[in-house]
Nanobody
Framework: QVQLVESGGGLVQPGESLRLSCVAS????????MAWYRQAPGKQRELVAQ???????TYGDSVKDRFIISRDHTLMTTFLQMNNLRPEDTGVYSC??????????????WGQGTQVTVTS
């Protein structure tokens, strides 16, 4: 059974930091590009950051130079270090696993999400 379990969300003030974690199980972790998406109230879900199995990183324009995505293959965990948080970073942050080579029986997966609220 595949699971992506996020943690690390919370309520913080502008300028503070949080680190999100996404622990994967039931997949061959090295076969997946891992990503964080977020959805703010009343808005569409957007890509925050992604990292390929080889470590290639992509960031959304609004988080460049503030957020850092990383992954630990031994722990099967993907991290999102969020610095200098702003109120507009508020939303539900979800972990996503996208298989890099599609074969019969493979699929992409989503976690349940963790709430991040930035407010003074």
């Amino acid at each position: 059974q595949v699971q992506l379990v996020e943690s690390g969300g919370g309520l913080v003030q502008p300028g503070e930091s949080l680190r999100l974690s996404c622990v994967a199980s039931g997949i061959i972790f090295s076969s997946y590009t891992m990503a964080w998406y977020r959805q703010a109230p009343g808005k569409q879900r957007e890509l925050v950051a992604q990292i390929t199995s080889q470590g290639q990183r992509t960031y959304g324009d609004s988080v460049k130079d503030r957020f850092i995505i990383s992954r630990d293959h031994t722990l099967m965990t993907t991290f999102l270090q969020m610095n200098n948080l702003r109120p507009e970073d508020t939303g539900v942050y979800s972990c996503h696993a996208k298989v890099e080579i599609v074969r019969p029986g493979t699929s992409d997966y989503w976690g349940q999400g963790t709430q991040v609220t930035v407010t003074s």
